[in-house]
């Protein structure tokens, strides 16, 4: 599948390069297939896109929350990650979204509302943290966890 990206411009995506979002993410519950893109000239960067294959010009910005928070463990109930079961330790990847604003010193992450990604079964799912809302906030600082 060909697909035209705003950052990568026109690339071949394959069938078992496509993330299943089926419940949609928070505030786009219409957007259901995506894939995940890095520059594989910047091989340092831990920096991904999560690419919509629904709306080309929209993608996400995302990286691992251990890189910037090595302690980041939420409690996730059960039913929110029903879309990606079976989860293990093995087969789950999770992002969470990036917000780089002018100033990149005010660069933030959202730790409130990590994406799961079962990646035997190519599906996703994007939870909301409740419990945890002040230790894991929306907009969590990382400029200079990411400067390291």
Request: net charge negative.
């Amino acid at each position: 599948m060909k697909v035209n990206t705003r950052i990568f411009g026109e690339i071949e995506i394959g069938e078992e390069k496509i993330i299943d979002f089926s419940w949609g993410l928070l505030g786009f519950p219409n957007m259901n297939k995506f894939t995940l893109l890095h520059d594989k000239d910047k091989k340092d960067v831990a920096l991904w896109y999560l690419q919509s294959l629904d709306a080309p010009e929209f993608a996400i910005p995302m990286v691992d929350p251990l890189t910037v928070k090595t302690d980041y463990n939420p409690a996730v109930k059960e039913d929110a990650i029903e879309p990606v079961e079976p989860l293990t330790n093995k087969n789950m990847l999770m992002l969470v979204s990036v917000t780089v604003p002018e100033k990149i010193e005010d660069m933030t992450v959202n730790l409130n509302a990590p994406f799961l990604i079962n990646t035997d079964t190519h599906k996703g799912v994007q939870v909301e943290i409740a419990e945890n809302s002040e230790e894991y906030t929306v907009k969590y600082p990382v400029y200079d966890y990411l400067k390291k």
